[in-house]
């Protein structure tokens, strides 16, 4: 009985003790399987490396065959269970959130675990945050789906899985809030703000418990920049927004070109052309922290920064465009800082005799971020976070609004995710009736006052209708016909001829929202559904007219 006065509370689209409870739950799971992820890389890393992501020790035989190898594994592990299953990180995260209520299959997360790790591990320039979402939205879907949560609360606890797995990622848990809202569920409400929010500061700590709290910007030192440089900013972030579409464009590119390949050819290239950029250029490999500390320690050496540059493009390019199960966020902001440190050079001429390059390359990263994923207000909350540093916020929105607004003015340049959902033909828009509905759990809007007759007889059917009130509704069950509504037909009753109608009725779950109810009804545009209990089908907790939604989206739809 707990449990079902949970499920309904949670069926309603408000900020409860309860919601941000599991909330918090979903959070330590999702920190679980993320601290779990990162043990893996490190454990097994440290048994060929001297220094973690650090790839330039190795032979470069080595720094050849290793991720070769690991893409044939991974091809190998793809195809025994199955590449249909194939389909992960953020892009296929956002689609199960508008589609399915953010349930994340299983052999898809199994894929992604083992196979992100195996890209990680080989030196692959991938980053840990796509699993690392992938996995979020797992174990939260996960828990929701044990308890039999209400689908819109499930939704909501995936978010939660989501912040949670940024935040214990980079240690940003602002910036894992933030980028949940803008770029994964796309939409600002407060009673799922709230545990969110919750969940990132669980994945944060938990992550820093075992991890500690550094930070991956810790290495950057910051210089407040004098006025005199923000027009040289402006040019950095046009710039900047530039080789955003630019890389984009690239991206996708390489994908269509090798679309008509299966996904094992795919895999193997991409191994080949990787341990060939890792055989020349061993800067390049790995996430982006290598790349990130080559800038910080050789800030002047720019043939070897533009080499990384160059090399870091190509492997991260390839490895994403041909489905190595890696993110993107990491390496764009090892490309970012890179860049960054370069137009650090032209700065000098500002103001000559300071040492700027700090500043520039996080500035690069914001502006590159901000540009490539559509994600301006979480690329600032990142840098903030990131640095710790209240100078960098001013030149860092000049920046990130330059560049974004070049991408997106100049070039047209869409959100990379949203451009590969597009390729992949997976659905990321629904209605506003469709997304209005969705928020609001069925438990929380049917009609409970009913009466349930099993039988056929007509006159037994005709004497309940006499003894109700005319608004309780009468459901009426047999073999034959299933479960319908029964009542008088007023359009053909006379003094001789009563006349009783019937409504079919279908069953949805309670688990349910009002969008899946409105779904089967839609086309008819009259009916009404019944509601079952989830552990047993034949019980009937509601139901729900048509006449109903249409009241709910004319109505009360300022309300959701």
Known sequence: MQLEALRRRLARPKTSIQLCLLGIAAGLIAAGLIILFRLTIVLVQNIFLDNFDDFTTLSALERFLLPVGAACIIALFAYLTGFK??????PFVIHRMKIHYGQMPFYNTVNQFFGGALALISGFSVGREGPSVHMGATGASMLANQLHLPYNAMRTLSGCGVAAGIAASFNTPLAAVIFVMEVVLREYKVHIFVPIMLAAVTGALATQFVFGDDIELALISV????????PYLVICGMTLGAIAYAFN????????????????PRLIIAGIIAGGIGYLVPQAMGSGMSAITIATHSPDNVQLLLTILIAKLLATLFAIGLGIPGGLIGPVIGLGVIMGTLMSFFAHLVAPGTDVAGTYGVLGMAGLLAATLHAPLASLTAVMELTSSPQIIVPAMLVIVTAYVTALQVFGNRSIFLQQLDFQGLTYQVSPATEALQ??????????????????DKEQIKESLDNLDGQTPLIVYDEENGYRLAEYDLNLMSEENINIRYVTLEGVSSQATLSDAFDVLKDKRSGAVYVYDMHDHKEILGIMRWDQIRHILTIRNALL
């Open 85 to 90: 299953h194939y389909r992960l990180g953020i």
């Open 223 to 230: 210089t407040p920049l004098s006025f005199w440089h923000y």
């Open 439 to 456: 928020k609001v759990g069925i438990m929380a809007e049917m009609n409970e006052d009913f009466k349930l007759l099993y039988a056929e």
């Open 249 to 264: 464009k690239n991206l996708m590119l390489i994908i269509r070109t090798f679309k008509p390949l299966s996904m094992l």
